[in-house]
């Protein structure tokens, strides 16, 4: 303000001092981030696209070969089968657990007596060890003692070999995924606690029903965060590992084989390092693509604001 005195103890010249320090410390907090960008994501990326343009086996020298490996890739039938699998996971799972999610949300977003008991329960299986967690599914799946063929017992219904048949090996693991929900529904939650209530009332007194609200307010406000989880939903699901490797391991007959399981053994298991970094870099590229179509088509998410600009 005009004419305002200020305390003895302060001074321009103390205030720019103070303000030049920390434009001096963000600029060296700055050039150490991006060194540690550098160091730990670029040289490790640029040193592996150069290993899947070779021929190595993690202990003698890599012999350079060019695009060969990337065109053995091609004519892989298990490289193409593990890509069909990884497709057909990302396609049925990614909508089944983003609905699941929201729905489950959509339920605990108002409080009520035990809501943050059944978030902390929705959300536990993300922070238990997905080994762990894999191996108590594997003996809920076991034909002969398995809990679910005890249950479908009860009620007449024949068992099932759910891992060990071809065609209900992945749509199992598909089923076990779905415990996964707890990061997307936090998130869901705190998008739907964020949509004003006087908008649900405005809809409410111009007679909008339940399923017109949901649809006109809360979808349309929370489409920012339902573009994220659907992003972030897609990238898990391709780099799908645990549960696949010690639920089934690939099988049976490569029912289950996915790129990243796929890309495990042939890199640490065959030792055909130059080959499994070609195999990486394909999942890099399928997943970026994705990414780029996902933020092409979204025309459908609602920024505030957007209609000013």
Not at 54 to 74: A, C, H, Q, S, V
Not at 154 to 176: N, Y
Not at 215 to 236: A, E, G, H, V, W
Not at 270 to 283: K, P, Q, V
């Amino acid at each position: 303000m005009p004419g305002a005195k200020h305390p003895a103890w302060f001074s321009k010249e103390r205030f720019y001092i103070r303000e030049r320090r920390t434009l001096i410390c963000e600029r060296k907090n700055s050039g150490w981030q991006v060194m540690g960008l550098f160091v730990f994501t670029l040289i490790p990326m640029i040193y592996s696209f150069y290993i899947s343009l070779t021929e190595w086996d993690f202990i003698g020298t890599p012999r350079f070969i060019g695009l060969k490996n990337y065109m053995d890739i091609m004519k892989d039938s298990t490289a193409k089968k593990a890509l069909i699998n990884t497709a057909y996971y990302t396609a049925v799972s990614v909508p089944l657990r983003m609905i699941l999610a929201l729905t489950v949300a959509l339920m605990l977003s108002k409080p009520y007596k035990g809501s943050n008991g059944l978030r902390v329960l929705f959300y536990m299986p993300g922070i238990i060890s997905g080994v762990a967690i894999s191996a108590v599914w594997s003996r809920l799946f076991d034909p002969f003692y398995g809990g679910i063929n005890d249950i479908l017992a009860r009620f007449g219904i024949p068992g099932l070999a759910w891992l060990s048949d071809v065609h209900l090996a992945m749509p199992s693991i598909i089923l076990m995924n779905l415990m996964y929900i707890g990061t997307p529904m936090v998130v869901f939650i705190a998008a739907i606690k964020g949509v004003p209530e006087q908008m649900y009332e405005v809809a409410l007194l111009d007679g909008a029903n339940g399923w017109q609200r949901f649809i006109n307010i809360t979808i349309q406000m929370i489409s920012p965060i339902l573009f994220y989880n659907l992003i972030m939903q897609i990238i898990q699901s391709f780099q799908v590992f645990t549960n696949v490797y010690i639920m089934t391991n690939g099988g049976p007959a490569n029912a289950t084989m996915v790129l990243v399981l796929y890309l495990y053994q042939t890199a640490f298991q065959y030792l055909r390092m130059g080959y499994g970094s070609a195999l990486a870099w394909i999942l890099f590229f399928i997943i970026l693509i994705l990414t780029l179509i996902v933020f092409r088509t979204s025309g459908w998410v609602y920024f505030e604001g957007k209609e000013e600009r």
